[in-house]
DNA sequence: CCCTGTTATAGTCACAATGACTACAACATC
DNA sequence: GATGTTGTAGTCATTGTGACTATAACAGGG
């Protein structure tokens, strides 16, 4: 029988959104020892009366800015090697974070800078093609968290929640291509989302002109639908 | 900015099996205040030297009493009600196992008793129809764990690993029968099953005879493959 | 104001997988 | 060896998909 060691508690946010055609995620550039100077996903500790989703949405008005958060959260799992901090034991909460086009991000008081980046760009290659190498073991998190976010497409409507409404159906597939990393066929695309009840509603408006020129699609909203079934399919 | 109030850790463990064709789960009878005399979730504190899933493999031997467990072990989500545990902040990372027909389990030192209980009978009704109200916030975990192995058993190939090398595919679809609560047809789940590639791998021997008589069953192993694609459907 | 490039929408067709069956084979026991 | 039980094999209509082609709507340049 053993007693129980003390440890810290804290959230991680993968906190993506779609900028650029592209899949992105928003990183702190960390003031503090250990891993100053370096580039880590946002987070903090979870407090005495809070649990770690309250602490999660908490962080996420803090590190983004945003008054009300327009987007989807989840828990995505619990990370816990006993070295994953140098200083001390700490176990993190790992989320992911999910929303439309988010403004700029302010630097917080913990970190000394703060942007969006490429994941792509940051996963690429053996360790650290192109981006900088991240915090802790914040890269596996990246990897664990796209790759939800990547499966969650197939046999749900969360794209959904990466565009704001109203939004087109190709700025839908966009989404799908941005995350998948290649679109789904054009016409089987739309042919799945509109023969899924719920998925979208229709507004009978039609959306502003593009810079490419090209006719104007119609608006949709999201439908209360949450699961495709069948599943669309990447590849 | 804030400090990093201390926790305890701890990991919980929903351990399912087949027993009697209904899907069991493993649980301990408090001895220790709170929720004394209580059935629980077996779990313990995390040491300091050891990871959650390390955690969760120790306790899946003291609780069980076997040596070498012999199935399979997925972290499942984490819980952090501040009020989950009366007497202090504990954050609690729930785990999933499954495997073959274990043994009747020994008490362990904690525990006043341990025993398994058919599922349905612990989750049916409004809250406790026929089996005992549980401890802490275990009925949401069980009720979430139950639910992570239903999906899994559609797109993994899981359900191997609540049966005993080697296997008949009658076998198979019981675990499906108990886990769904209702059987695939026959038919079709043979054609699945088989049709997926490194789902099972055939053995040419032939199983033994059954106290209901019948045709012996062909011996199959466990495969390679851990995914089925396009899914096997329940309902 | 018409031509041209671009983008959205609608429809086609072969093929794969499923759901719901029926027919047949092998075994145990009476 | 008759009988009930269980496993194995195959059929067939229906659904959904992947890969296309054709047409409609719009912007901007000449």
Known sequence: MSEHPPFAVAV??????????????LLVERREEP???SWALPGGFVE???DAEQAAWRELREETGVERFPGHLEQLRTYSAPDRDPR?????VAHVALA?????PRAGTDAADARWWVVDDLLEGPDDADGPALAFD???ILVDARERVRAKLEYTTLATEFVAEPFTLPELRRVYAAVWGTPPDLGNFRRKVLGTDGFVV?????????EAGGRRALLYRRGDATLIS???TRG
């Open 138 to 140: 914040h890269r596996q």
């Open 12 to 25: 991680d946010l993968a906190v993506f959104t779609i900028r650029d055609g592209a899949l992105a995620v």
């Open 48 to 50: 005495p009366d809070e």
């Open 230 to 232: 069948p599943p669309m």
């Open 35 to 37: 891993f100053a100077g």
């Open 100 to 104: 439309p086009d988010l403004p700029e």
């Open 202 to 210: 229709p507004t009978d408006t039609r959306g502003h002109a593009t």
């Open 88 to 92: 001390m034991r700490v176990v993190s």
